[in-house]
């Protein structure tokens, strides 16, 4: 798999992080995924191979839905296009992502290693 090394960006510098971002109104989340993807790695992905593979609730201060988004690369080679935000790009396996993984990302690739769907992460237990 390939993750970025953040880098000036707030959240999570030097730590890893597969492609990220926000969806903007009006877009789906494929559409996301293919934009961002597109911005930090320079890559143009097909919708039809695009696959999600992971949903999690997440609680990191504010409440934040994540969805874990599996593409197969062919010939498409990534690049680091936002060397003002990632410091390189790293490959991993997908079974044992680097400790130095942000910890939701890692959760959520090792849920998707294991064939686990959704998650939530970041909640106390307590009055349910």
């Known amino acids: 798999?390939?993750?970025?090394?953040?880098?000036?960006?707030?959240?999570?510098?030097?730590?890893?992080?597969?492609?990220?971002?926000?969806?903007?109104?009006?877009?789906?989340?494929?559409?996301?995924?293919?934009?961002?993807?597109?911005?930090?790695?320079?890559?143009?992905?097909?919708?039809e191979r695009l696959r999600v593979v992971g949903v999690m609730h997440r609680k990191s201060g504010d409440e934040r839905v994540d969805f874990f988004l599996s593409y197969h690369l062919g010939s498409e080679a990534p690049r680091n296009v936002e060397s003002d935000k990632c410091s390189e790009l790293v490959w991993a396996p997908v079974s044992k992502p680097p400790d130095d993984t942000i910890p939701y990302v890692r959760a959520g690739l090792e849920n998707f290693a294991r064939g686990e769907w959704f998650q939530e992460f970041g909640w106390t237990r307590g009055g349910d």
């Not at 970025?4 to 992080?17: A, Q, V």
């Not at 990220?20 to 559409?31: C, F, K």
Request: glycine content about 12%.
């Open 1 to 47: 798999m390939l993750l970025l090394r953040r880098f000036n960006t707030g959240y999570g510098d030097g730590k890893l992080s597969v492609v990220a971002g926000h969806v903007e109104a009006g877009e789906t989340v494929t559409q996301a995924a293919i934009r961002e993807t597109r911005e930090e790695v320079g890559t143009a992905l097909s919708r």
